[in-house]
């Protein structure tokens, strides 16, 4: 696609709910990451994918956040049993190559409330 | 872990005034990035700066890397309202987890 696509935009959840948030990163790209953006803040690491393999997940808030990659392409960030905190916007973002300081695309994010 | 911090944290100004926001990492950087995002947007890749000292212009705005490739700088020199949104620096350092700064957020009245 001509960009990053991230479904839904928009999520209420009751708290305890578990939701699961779609990155279609732009054909092509190796390297996947997933931020986690709260209010006011600016966007926090959570995962990083090249190609299938989830190279460095050390920005998981807990084990309740799991994200996966299988065919290197499509990712999924699954949180289970939300909880008020995790009200934020998820941002995936891909890149072409691994190699650092590439250009990174992101998403329109996943405006994830949580009630 | 690696730190970056912007300031800051807001800014007015007046159509035509100048603007600068700073950053600052707590460790050596591989490159910095920036990056504008519009109210209710997502981050848009501006530039990357990668060797010391380096200096980039893009039309009205010039971004620095600094010597010791731990601070870097963003100047816009005459805003317009339609640079409006919140300006992050993103360090690098040498991985592929880019650390965001807090970001600056720019208005602009007409």
């Known amino acids: 696609g001509a960009g990053v696509s991230q479904s839904p935009r928009y999520k209420v959840a009751k708290r305890g709910q578990d939701v699961a948030l779609r990155c279609d990163p732009i054909s092509g790209h190796v390297s996947l990451f997933w931020y986690q953006q709260a209010l006011g803040q600016g966007p926090e690491f959570l995962t990083y994918?090249?190609?299938?393999?989830?190279?460095?997940k050390s920005g998981l808030p807990s084990d309740r956040f799991f994200a996966e990659r299988p065919e290197g392409s499509v990712s999924t960030l699954k949180i289970q049993r939300t909880q008020q905190e995790d009200s934020a916007v998820y941002l995936c973002a891909s890149s072409l190559v691994s190699d650092s300081g590439n250009t990174i695309y992101f998403g329109e994010g996943s405006w994830l409330t949580v009630v | 872990g690696q730190q970056v911090m912007q300031i800051p944290q807001y800014q007015h100004v007046q159509e035509g005034e100048d603007f600068t926001t700073y950053c600052n990492s707590s460790?050596?950087?591989?490159?910095i990035q920036w990056y504008k995002q519009r109210p209710g947007g997502h981050p848009v890749f501006l530039i990357q700066?990668?060797?010391?000292?380096e200096v980039k212009k893009q039309k009205r705005l010039t971004f620095q890397f600094g010597e010791a490739k731990k601070n870097s700088s963003l100047h816009i020199t005459a805003t317009q309202t339609t640079d409006v949104g919140t300006y992050f620096c993103a360090g690098n350092n040498a991985g592929n987890m880019l650390t965001f700064g807090g970001g600056t957020r720019l208005m602009v009245k007409p």
């Open positions: 460790t050596t950087l591989s490159n």
């Open positions: 994918f090249q190609n299938e393999a989830q190279l460095d």
């Open positions: 700066l990668v060797k010391s000292g």
